[in-house]
């Protein structure tokens, strides 16, 4: 007996070619009814048997496209439809919005054939996309997903492409950014004076000149790259003084994997992830050396694939246009630093108007007319080793939704200053933004302020209450007392090191009773001092802390985090070892003035921290005494490692009755040591002190330890750091989704401020 029903499907369902699946699916089945996007998916309505409704579940189900996921399916009865009328799909349905939105994803291999094919009409044309990639979330203005709702708006479809969109046996069903050379946006080229190249094969000439050692800002999906040939040591040096960029290491493009062979090592988890439809840039061991003035004092490289069909294109003219795909098989002999076209410190630029400021940046600007509704950076994933590590949420992974534990009134929470990204709550679900980067700076401010903006507008939020870090010197901070002040809100500040755990905790759904590490650069703790080694225990939204790591000395306060020997000196004379602090450092610019500091303890605040430990091992080994870039000296410690197994040793650390962390014993033996051996003991020492360290609490406490914190993004101590603990069995919970350092900050603002509401820093 034949019913009516109505499936409404959440989950990622939007612009990623799942209404055509449904679409053709009823009519495989021979099913009436109609199917339409709304603000909470997509709902349809089907007129079916039971039988035939489950079958139809499973299939949808067991073939779904490429960038599509499903959360969750409620069915309904419904009266008064039709088995006559057929199959269809209808307009959007304006509701409030709850759906996700699919991210950006990189050219996939059909879309690959049609460009390198010359019968095609797509031939050449680097706007070229279907249902199963190209952009997303960087063009929508506003949801549901459909075309006048992104920028594709300002191109009117031709017949060909009307043709394509409503067929749907076609690949570019319903495919919002469908475009080809007669109706699509186009490439322009421009020169140093920021006038138009009037050449009829810009990619062409664009190739020509970074042949030529020049460096040519590019327009991706999310915004601009600086891009240049990495062979070409001249032209890096002077892409790396037009970004102020000293030291910091630089991200590669190359063709394929072919041509990534020579230079890193390719794991398994490396070419997952190179390979996906996110296409985010990847950490992977160095191969070899030729390519150190792109990562210079790191055993790894940032690499990456082409991810539009401009990328492909660029490549594809350095192999003299062969016909087909063959080519993307072998080695091509050209490499490009592909980083983000920013002046230092500043966001990622992606709008045309900032043409001035991209000249004084590039040589030339390849550009087009498709706007960049929102800027968004690469994606970075450490695969270092088979355990992947997310360094940066960018384009192919955000924005990001998280399921909650139970429903939530709407929240905002601003994260705190460093790499920030912002959260927006609603119903279960929690929204986690791109990459914004520090606030140190107003266009950063300006930029978490549109980002805020925009997502309200996009998922049709309106925030109840409101949640910060406990610093009250932060942008961010002074933004949601503003922002909580003008809509009448309240506002809820939450310790910086709480909220790191909880993100975790958050991802894993853990509401059980876990001990946590929260190990990071700095945080402002409840005694009102720096934090940043601490073992904390979590339990029914009540944290105590119960260790940290012995405090030393900044002598200049923040400017010893970017001169990590003031911190080795002030280490060394308060062990009396005068003469050798003398010998390492009496060469360096202001040495006798932070001598002096020290002696009379002027300015020389104390900090838990684990980062400063980092980078106070990596001074006293002679590994770097500045950083040039946020953790340079931390990096440098593992790279120096890596290779390398100390053999165990006994314990060069102490615990305290008060589960205070020393670290002197071995502190004291590392500048004795060879760089490399020296890097490789301190990890070592440092697994065994944590695991110590969390055995001390556990006897009486719970078995389920949380990761977290930017000193987990380095894989030699997050790897064996686990390993260790589960050999102790322990439940141990890492950053998977997430990045483990302040990006994900905001989430564990608003999991503690939506569940774990008894215990706060208001």
Not at 292 to 304: D, F
Not at 505 to 525: K, N
Not at 618 to 635: H, P, R, T, V
């Amino acid at each position: 007996m034949l019913s009516g029903f109505r499936l409404d499907i959440k989950g990622q369902v939007q612009g990623v070619g799942f209404r055509p699946l449904v679409y053709k699916l009823a009519n495989e089945m021979a099913l009436s009814g109609s199917v339409c996007n709304n603000g909470q998916g997509v709902e349809l309505t089907l007129v079916a048997n039971q039988a035939q409704l489950d079958t139809f579940i499973d299939r949808l189900k067991s073939s779904l496209p490429p960038l599509a996921s499903i959360d969750d399916i409620s069915t309904s009865a419904l009266t008064g439809l039709s088995s006559e009328s057929g199959f269809s799909i209808t307009a959007s349905d304006h509701t409030q919005i709850s759906t996700e939105i699919a991210a950006d994803a990189a050219t996939c291999l059909d879309c690959l054939e049609d460009i390198f094919s010359p019968e095609n009409r797509r031939y050449l044309y680097p706007f070229t996309n279907c249902t199963n990639c190209g952009p997303r979330y960087s063009i929508i203005r506003q949801l549901p997903y459909d075309r006048p709702f992104t920028t594709m708006a300002e191109f009117e479809i031709c017949d060909a492409c009307q043709r394509e969109y409503q067929d749907p046996a076609d690949r570019r069903f319903h495919a919002q950014p469908n475009a080809c050379p007669d109706c699509g946006p186009q490439v322009k080229l421009y020169d140093s004076c920021g006038a138009a190249i009037l050449d009829p094969d810009p990619i062409a000439h664009t190739v020509s000149l970074l042949k030529q050692g020049k460096i040519v800002a590019i327009k991706g999906i999310g915004g601009y790259h600086l891009a240049c040939d990495a062979a070409n040591k001249q032209a890096v040096e002077r892409l790396r003084e037009k970004k102020l960029r000293k030291s910091k290491p630089l991200s590669l493009m190359a063709a394929n994997l072919a041509s990534l062979q020579h230079l890193v090592e390719i794991n398994p988890t490396a070419k997952q992830y190179l390979t996906s439809s996110q296409a985010p840039i990847v950490l992977a061991r160095k191969a070899t050396q030729d390519f150190n003035h792109i990562a210079p004092g790191l055993n790894w490289l940032g690499v990456m694939l082409p991810y539009t069909p401009l990328h492909y294109l660029l490549f594809h003219q350095a192999m003299g246009r062969p016909n087909g795909t063959d080519w993307l098989k072998n080695t091509v002999p050209l490499t490009l630093v592909m980083t983000s076209a920013n002046p230092k410190g500043q966001p990622l630029i992606y709008d045309e108007d900032q043409l001035p400021q991209l000249l004084s940046l590039a040589d030339y600007v390849l550009t087009h007319n498709r706007q960049i509704e929102r800027r968004i950076d690469d994606a970075i994933v450490n695969c270092v080793t088979e355990t992947p590590i997310i360094i940066r949420r960018g384009r192919g992974m955000a924005p990001k939704a998280i399921a909650l534990t139970k429903d939530t009134r709407p929240s905002l929470a601003l994260g705190g200053f460093f790499k920030n990204s912002i959260c927006l709550t609603r119903g279960n679900k929690a929204y986690l933004s791109q990459y914004i980067g520090d606030l140190n700076n107003p266009d950063n401010c300006r930029y978490l302020q549109q980002t805020v903006e925009h997502m309200m507008q996009v998922f049709d939020i309106q925030p109840e209450q409101v949640f910060c870090d406990l610093h009250p010197d932060f942008y961010s901070s002074q933004f949601a007392e503003q922002f909580a002040n003008k809509h009448q809100l309240p506002l809820t500040r939450i310790q910086h090191h709480f909220a790191h755990v909880a993100a975790i905790a958050c991802e894993h759904q853990l509401t059980e009773p876990y001990l946590a590490l929260a190990l990071d650069g700095v945080g402002l703790g409840d005694d009102g001092l720096s934090w940043g080694g601490e073992l904390l225990k979590v339990n029914q939204g009540n944290y105590q802390r119960q260790g940290h790591l012995k405090p030393m000395c900044l002598p200049g306060g923040d400017t010893a985090a970017k001169e990590p020997w003031r911190i080795a000196l002030s280490f060394l004379l308060e062990q009396g070892l005068t003469e050798l602090a003398q010998t390492k450092y009496q060469h360096l610019s202001g040495y006798q003035i932070v001598k002096q500091m020290i002696a009379r303890k002027v300015n020389c605040p104390a900090t838990s921290s684990c980062g400063r430990l980092f980078d106070l091992a990596a001074s006293l080994l002679g590994l770097s005494d500045n950083n040039s870039y946020e953790a340079e000296s931390a990096m440098r410690l593992e790279s120096a490692a890596m290779g390398v197994e100390h053999p165990d040793e006994e314990p060069l650390f102490h615990i305290s009755n008060s589960r205070q962390l020393d670290f002197t014993s071995l502190l004291i033996r590392l500048p004795k040591m060879e760089a490399s051996q020296g890097a490789a003991l301190f990890h070592q020492q440092l697994v065994l002190a944590l695991c110590c360290w969390l055995e001390s609490v556990a006897e009486q406490e719970s078995r389920n330890i949380v990761l977290s914190g930017g000193c987990f993004l380095n894989a030699r101590l997050v790897n064996k750091l686990k390993a260790e603990l589960e050999q102790k069995n322990f439940n141990v919970f890492i950053a998977k989704q997430l990045p483990p350092n302040d990006s994900s900050l905001a989430l564990g603002q608003a999991w503690i401020g939506t569940n774990l509401r008894s215990n706060l820093c208001v």
